[in-house]
């Protein structure tokens, strides 16, 4: 007796291979997209990285630029120590390493829960990445120090980048943020280039404490304080607690401190 091509089985049994037939396809489309993916990954982050810096012109080629002026560094926070040589045993490259992933992802191994956290951000990576722009290609000098920087705004988390002058470690050369919810024409300005150049020149620190403010009057007239987003109070509070919270002891303190203590040592003995 022949089958029914129609049957309740026969319907089911050609649902469960047109289904196995798409996993197929889409796990190995994704396989085959991850390595682009991640290459574009990288170049995002390494052109924002650049803009933080201002090497990032028109026509300028990311990858080229960023493997001749900037060194990656990985460093341990809670100890300001440089761990890149334990990062590149452990994931193959320092590049691969994403500790902002890591702490998000809540592996207890590359991240602590804060008690203290201003910047609202609930974990904080062991281990974060440290950009050494160096004077040129050929001269290894630092010019400055690119930090990775995010914090709660009033919807979503900020993402960026600061360069801080390698003279004082202090002096900001520039900021960006790549990545943001904030509400387009108000907070979401963080991304005006306009309002990312008042911050060029400015200082973090007063007197060795975090100064930084953002005030809706008669910014220019004080090296500690940056133009206010019209509108967007809580975004500007987010931006100070932030830059607070990564310029203090729970981030970059500890290194920022031991390159001064180097750096002094090594003009004494010149």
Wanted: glycine share 6%.
């Amino acid at each position: 007796m022949a089958s029914n091509k129609n049957s309740i089985a026969n319907t089911l049994l050609t649902s469960v291979i047109l289904c196995l037939i798409c996993a197929s396809i889409v796990s190995a489309a994704a396989v085959g997209l991850r390595t682009m993916q991640d290459k574009n990954k990288l170049k995002d982050r390494q052109a924002n990285i650049l803009a933080a810096a201002g090497l990032k012109e028109e026509g300028t080629n990311i990858t080229e630029t960023f493997n001749a002026r900037i060194e990656d560094h990985v460093i341990d926070l809670n100890t300001g120590e440089d761990v890149t040589d334990q990062v590149i045993k452990e994931f193959g490259s320092v590049a691969k390493y994403d500790s902002i992933d890591l702490a998000e992802s809540n592996n207890d191994q590359y991240s602590d829960i804060l008690t203290n956290d201003p910047a609202t951000i609930k974990r904080r990576e062991k281990w974060a990445h440290v950009y050494i722009v160096k004077t040129s290609e050929m001269d290894v000098t630092p010019l400055m120090y690119v930090f990775p920087i995010r914090g709660k705004g009033l919807w979503s988390i900020l993402k960026g980048f600061i360069a801080l002058d390698a003279k004082d470690m202090d002096t900001i050369v520039g900021i960006t943020y790549y990545s943001h919810q904030e509400t387009p024409g108000l907070g979401g300005e963080v991304d005006n280039p306009v309002w990312k150049s008042h911050w060029v020149g400015k200082k973090l620190f007063k007197n060795d404490k975090f100064a930084m403010k953002l005030v809706k009057t008669d910014w220019q007239s004080s090296p500690y304080t940056v133009d206010a987003l019209s509108g967007a109070t809580i975004t500007c509070r987010g931006v100070e607690r932030m830059l607070d919270f990564w310029m203090g002891e729970q981030g970059f303190e500890k290194y920022i401190d031991n390159v001064k203590t180097a750096e002094a040592k090594a003009q004494a003995s010149n």
